[in-house]
């Protein structure tokens, strides 16, 4: 089934071979006798380097697609491609490994370690995955400076405003040179000011660094940002509309 | 994730909460804190006790009066008279193997020397005594078989009574008066120490046993009489031929209890090390019971913890975790927090020891097995009882616990 080894991340050397590529991806919740289907038979292709912006009423399946595509859950059926590679029947620990080494989340309640600095929140992924000290100090570092928050390494959730630490979940994704950030509705807890700090954050990693990001959103300014929207409804694709502008434009540096 | 990164981690997260910690920790370290304490003072007396019985040589026999069973059996009218001087001589002359019979009796007096007086033991023993009991002279001799046969008045001082009654150190060739008989102080015993059951046991005068019988007491009962056998090995010999003579002596029909009892030194040794062993065990299943209940505590604790926590295992599972990372943080917090109780319960315990030995005047000994035994057992405990807290964090599944408010 392995294509080839995940691992080239953010290359743009291969830009053939999509990110994402789910096939009849789907997701049975058992409720006692009852047979809820949250993902309905969806097959999905998200390329190298877009901008995606998942849409839809709650419970469309969207969120639960989300948990799926970035290694959080198994599928009931179906299989998952991540960059050419089928993560849909592996292990939690091996899910984890993927989780730690290709994919950056970013959550509407930022789900930052509380009394922890914004040094240690981003560093905590190249924990796991058994970075040394000095490189973690580093690369979590030149994360922080990406975002814009060098200066607030030392400061604590508490002390930061909620757009800076939606930043900080932003550098935490981003620490690990991931080949995709998930964020589900990033903007959800934010002002329209910082809705748009962090909306041209996104813009500007999909752009110059080639991450390909899925966003997960209510928000049709926010889906706007996006190059493509695609639309959910009863666990099903409804809709999937390119933006103006073509998929790969704004992916090369 | 490095041991020491953990070990951070887990310490961060207690000392967020140091009152809770510190209460969790409560039962640990009052149960490290008694079994050190109980373990101190028992390995003191002991240590105290079993030097003495050592001091009296494992080569003794005991003889006193009264029947074996003294212990809760109403003793037979004139049980304790039942011990003579002649016993003591027979067995003296007629039983091989022995080097030495020391028959004693006593009795208590004011002694009074001059203008000094001092509220003592008078003890009648035989002037083979010293050799028996292992005792040696400081000042002047002991009195002489003669003396023994004549009821001689000379008496031999322990050295607090001759302290008490003769302050400037003169005491040989003095007169002391007991019960109204005057003696001559011959020698002054080189000092021994209190016994391990409390006994000051240089608080005595020591005349011949006859001059106590025939001058003080009136009577002609013993005690007791030491014997010391000429070897180890023939001990037990000495305590079958010495049962035999004394039944003899006493006219018993062979369906009558004997009316005196032998103990040799080892019997003593051996009721004594089993009564430590009880003792021990009984320590051991308090301290056990303790601890255990100090463990749940901090399941307990744990397990709250690991729920109002569930969030940031969730984030730490999306980041990459593994399962046994999540184990590991918090049975490591487990171990911390019981291993920090048991330190705490340790120095406390060793506190409460010193203090108890300063006030309460007891032998201690803090014994280094001692404490490391309560520490491992104090970090087995944080294991145990941390492993389900931990496993159920470990066990979480990483979107519930996102989600978890």
Known sequence: MVAKPLGQKGS????????????????????????LVAVNNISLTVGRGEFVALMGPSG??????????????????????????????????????????FIGFVFQGFNLLSRTTAQENVELPLLYAAIGAEERTRRAHAALSAVGLADRAHHRPNELSGGQQQRVAIARALVNDPLLILADEPTGNLDSRSSSDIM???????????ITIVVVTHDPGVAATARRVVSFHDGSIVEDSPHSSPVHSGAAP | MSIG??????????????????????????????????????????????????????????????????????????????????DATAIAHLIPGVAGVSPQSGTSAQVVAGNANWATSVSGVSSDWPRVQNWTLAQGRFFTPDEQRDAGKVAVLGSTVAANLFPS????????????????????????????????????????????????????????IVISATSTDIVDSVVAATTRLLRLRHHLTPNQPDDFSVRNISNVQQAFTQTSQIMSLLLASIATISLIVGGIGIMNI???SVTERTREIGIRLAVGAHARHILTQFLIEALTLSCIGGVIGIALGVVASLLASSVGGWNILVAPSAVLLSFCFSALVGIIFGYYPARRAALLDPIDALRHE
């Not at chain 1, 743009?12 to 047979?35: C, R, V």
């Not at chain 1, 991540?82 to 989780?99: I, N, Y």
């Not at chain 2, 019960?179 to 608080?203: C, E, M, N, W, Y």
């Open chain 1, 12 to 35: 743009l050397a291969d830009a053939s071979g999509p990110i994402i590529q789910t096939h009849n991806l789907t997701k049975i919740y058992h409720t006692g006798s009852e047979e």
């Open chain 1, 200 to 210: 041209s954050l996104f813009t500007q990693l999909n752009a110059q660094r080639g």
């Open chain 2, 302 to 304: 744990m397990l709250v």
């Open chain 2, 5 to 86: 990164a953990l070990f951070r981690i887990a310490w961060d997260a207690l000392a967020r909460n140091a009152g809770r910690s510190l209460l969790t920790m409560l039962g640990i370290i009052i149960g490290v804190a008694a079994v050190i304490t109980a373990l101190a003072i028992g390995a003191g007396v002991r240590a105290a006790v079993a030097a003495q019985l050592q001091g009296l040589g494992s080569n003794l026999v005991i003889v006193v009066p009264g029947s074996t069973t003294t212990g809760g059996v109403a003793l037979g009218a004139g049980a304790r008279e039942s011990l003579k001087l002649d």
């Open chain 2, 169 to 224: 150190g003169n005491a040989i060739g003095a007169v002391i008066v007991a019960k109204r008989v005057p003696f001559t102080v011959i020698g002054v015993l080189k000092a021994k120490g209190q016994s391990g059951f409390g006994r000051d046991q240089d608080d005595q005068v020591v005349i011949p046993i006859t001059s106590l019988q025939t001058r003080i007491t009136g009577n002609n009962w013993l005690n007791s």
């Open chain 1, 60 to 101: 469309s399946g969207k969120s639960t697609f989300m948990n799926m595509m970035g290694c959080l859950d198994r599928p009931t059926s179906g299989s998952y491609l991540l960059d050419g590679r089928d993560v849909s029947r592996l292990t939690k620990d091996e899910l984890a490994d993927v989780r730690n080494k």
